[in-house]
Nanobody, 124 residues
Framework: QVQLVESGGGLVQAGGSLRLSCAAS????????MGWFRQTPGKEREFVAA????????YYADSVKGRFTISRANAKNTLYLQMNSLKPEDTAVYYC?????????????????WGRGTQVTVSS
């Protein structure tokens, strides 16, 4: 059974930083692409960042490019999202997701497994 568990969310002031983690289990973590998405009430889930199986390739939404960094530690079965220069509009529930192949994807339909999310709140 595949499980993804996010952690590291919280309340931070604008301009601050947070590091999200996603602990994966139940499949060979290093074989699959991973992604981060976010969602606010009443809106569709939004792509944030993606990383291929090895970590050599990454892709970001324009809204977070230059501020967020996605990375992975395959030996630890863990995905990360370093978030710097946070803005109030970054407030959302953040989800990690695991795809069924090793490429790099921004489409949420490419991801089969999802975590339950962690809340990030940025105050102005």
């Amino acid at each position: 059974q595949v499980q993804l568990v996010e952690s590291g969310g919280g309340l931070v002031q604008a301009g601050g930083s947070l590091r999200l983690s996603c602990a994966a289990s139940g499949r060979t973590f290093s074989s699959y692409a991973m992604g981060w998405f976010r969602q606010t009430p009443g809106k569709e889930r939004e792509f944030v960042a993606a990383i291929n199986w090895s970590g050599a390739r990454t892709y970001y939404a324009d809204s977070v490019k230059g501020r967020f960094t996605i990375s992975r530690a395959n030996a630890k079965n863990t995905l990360y999202l370093q978030m710097n220069s946070l803005k109030p509009e970054d407030t959302a529930v953040y989800y990690c997701a695991s795809a069924d192949s090793g490429g790099i994807y921004k489409d949420p339909t490419a991801y089969r497994y999802w975590g339950r999310g962690t809340q990030v709140t940025v105050s102005s």
